[in-house]
């Protein structure tokens, strides 16, 4: 998704922006661009592809300025093209403006422009607003930008230049991510994301919706919606830039997989005090949950399947049904929803702009919102009323891992919390429930030491044209991560299956040497998924299992089993996923593919 960065201070604006731009990548763009103001001189460049292009044509002709802004895009509207890349300007060049989101009424916007005489160069929704900054520029930008913003529909965090006032940079947000860091020396940096910032100031202003930024190298002022000058305190970021680094891996994906034994520990640590499950301001009291009669896990992707896992938790522990539902989805249901309901939202980024929308829909009919997310102060964190933070310190392959096994643990955590308060749950069971929790990092750092039988996995499966993955029971929560995972870092097509399900049609598909992944762990039903697995291996599918050390029963049926650590049977889609995580990772790699930034994917999906 799009990565914006703006900067004003005294440091060479071109310098802080693509560095602020690197740190951006993992969000997963197409073109980039920047304009500096260069001795009042308003300059842009932009290219498609990645920002080394962009790196190597600002070499022959460098920028130089206190201020400037750059952008990578993902594409929305329009193919991913130099034209279309941002900063777009008005038509003498002297305005310039770079957008993250999406302007829903840009095409009513643009008949408007077009008959006042305006050309469009781009297929862009962002182009309207440069044109809109021009029409209302008379000698003010701050008007400009003022009024330009109040005829915008959709989200949008906007980063603008004005060659007539060389000496100022306005942003503003709205329903997409920005953030500002400050710092006395280094001036300030505006960004989609931390990282951009952390290499120049660790003090961090969180701007809220319809906030806007004036800055020039004198300082800053923050405008309110009101336009009402406002004081916002800075807060200061406790991690390191280093953890988001790959510190030695080849690429961020395998670094992340191997975080996951001390990120589990930490997420573990700070929901526990005394040996007690401490969730803080992560939780609701007894009472609270004692009015709340209907539970719903919205989220997308990777973290929907967390969430799925967490319906299986919280119903395994407190014996109260639980829904879930697709963030996209669940906002256009009409779902039950009122002030009995509590709506448990997952995110990695706090900032998927289905997953915030679901969370409005929410509280606007008087659900009680919990947020598990891994990112403090981010959107989603900010409007819920309770949140669990899942401490996996920033993920940044595009393909999540650590993100996804922490939000297991959080929603472990939660179920085991419930189910203590509403007296479903008995102490010892409780112990016994986190003594597992505890084990599983070691479990996990054992299944790290040979990879070899996943790159041999990897070396066979990587010219497959499909293949299955199928359990049952939280196993095909499991394989559906599984599935997901693969078909994100490989392309190669991937459908998963509850086990009992694939004869009512999609055994059709199966042939001589069709790929399949097993997945049998929950203890009630190998056997089940054992007999289904046994079908496909009679009509020639080549099955891969992955089942419970020291269960022989699936050597009979599979080409391969790959054994993981006992543990609870809830607690088994922590270490089912690390071999989907492995087997993803090397086949991606036996493609010769980008495996942080996989094709059309984004990290942060901000828009709907
Ligand atoms: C994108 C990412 C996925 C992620 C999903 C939800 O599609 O590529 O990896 O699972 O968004 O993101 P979130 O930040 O809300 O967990």
Not at 34 to 59: F, H, W, Y
Request: some cysteine; proline content about 3%; overall charge negative.
């Amino acid at each position: 998704m799009c990565g914006i960065v703006g900067y004003c201070g005294r440091l060479n604006a071109q310098d802080v922006v693509l560095n602020g731009l690197e740190k951006l990548e993992y969000r997963g763009y197409d073109s980039a661009g920047i304009s500096v103001l260069d001795n009042n001189i308003l300059k842009t460049k932009k290219r498609a592809g990645r920002l080394e292009n962009l790196e190597d044509a600002l070499k022959d002709d460098p920028f130089t300025g206190n201020i400037g802004i750059g952008h990578t895009r993902w594409a929305t509207h329009g193919i991913p093209n130099e034209i279309n890349a941002h900063p777009h300007l008005n038509s003498d060049g002297t305005i310039s403006v770079i957008h993250n989101g999406i302007i829903e009424n840009y095409g009513e916007l643009k008949d408007e422009l077009l008959s006042k005489g305006y050309t469009f160069k781009s297929e862009t929704d962002t182009e309207v607003i440069a044109h809109l900054l021009d029409f209302y520029y008379k000698d003010n930008f701050f008007d400009a930008v003022t009024n330009t913003v109040k005829r915008l529909k959709g989200a949008y965090a906007l980063v603008m230049l004005c060659q007539k006032e060389p000496d100022t940079l306005i942003a503003v947000r709205h329903e997409s991510p920005l953030i500002m860091g400050v710092s006395k020396e280094n001036g300030c940096i505006l960004a989609s994301d931390i990282p951009s910032v952390l290499e120049y100031t660790r003090d961090v202003i969180y701007l809220d919706n319809d906030e806007m930024v004036v800055a020039n190298l004198d300082g800053y002022k923050i405008y309110d919606k009101d336009l009402k000058e406002i004081n916002k305190k800075s807060e200061k970021v406790e991690w390191d830039l280093e953890a988001a680094s790959k510190e030695g891996f080849d690429h961020f994906m395998i670094k992340e997989i191997f975080d996951q034994p001390k990120a589990i520990e930490d997420a573990i640590k700070n929901k526990m005090k005394d040996d007690e499950i401490n969730l803080e301001l992560g939780s609701f009291t007894k009472e609270e949950l004692e009015n709340i009669n209907r539970i719903y896990v919205v989220a997308c992707g990777t973290a929907y399947h967390a969430g799925q896992v967490g319906k299986f938790a919280i119903e395994h522990f407190t014996k109260i049904p639980v829904m879930t539902d697709i963030a996209s989805e669940f906002r256009y249901n009409s779902p039950f929803i009122d002030d009995k309901t509590l709506l448990i939202l997952v995110s990695q980024s706090g900032e998927t702009a289905d997953t915030l929308a679901a969370l409005r829909e929410g509280k606007k009919h008087g659900a009680k919102v919990l947020s598990v997310t891994n990112v403090v102060g981010s959107s989603i964190a900010r409007e819920s009323d309770k949140t669990l933070y899942c401490y996996a310190g920033p993920e940044i392959s595009v393909a999540s891992t650590k993100a996804y096994t922490t939000q297991l643990i959080a929603l472990y955590f939660l179920a085991l919390d419930f189910a203590k308060k509403l007296g479903k749950i008995s102490d010892d069971e409780v112990k016994n429930v986190i003594n597992e929790l505890k084990a599983l990092p070691e479990k996990i750092a054992s299944m790290l030491k040979d990879l070899t039988p996943y790159q041999e996995i990897a070396n066979e499966i990587k010219e497959a044209k499909s293949i299955f993955y199928l359990g049952r029971g939280v196993d095909f929560i499991s394989a559906k991560e599984g599935a997901l995972k693969l078909k994100e870092t490989t392309y190669i097509h991937t459908e998963s299956f509850p086990a009992g399900e694939l004869k009512h049609g999609s055994i059709a598909l199966i042939e001589e040497g069709t790929n399949v992944f097993s997945i049998a762990t929950q203890s009630k039903l190998i056997e089940k998924t054992a007999s289904n697995t046994q079908e496909l291996a009679s009509r020639g599918a080549h099955v891969y299992s992955i089942g419970r050390v020291g269960d022989k029963s699936l050597e009979k049926y599979s080409n391969k089993v790959i054994y993981v650590p006992e543990s609870l049977d809830i607690l088994m889609p922590v270490l089912t996923v690390i071999p989907e995580q492995l087997i993803a990772y090397y086949t991606s790699l036996a493609k010769g593919n980008d495996v942080d930034k996989p094709r059309n994917l984004a990290k942060s999906v901000t828009v709907e």
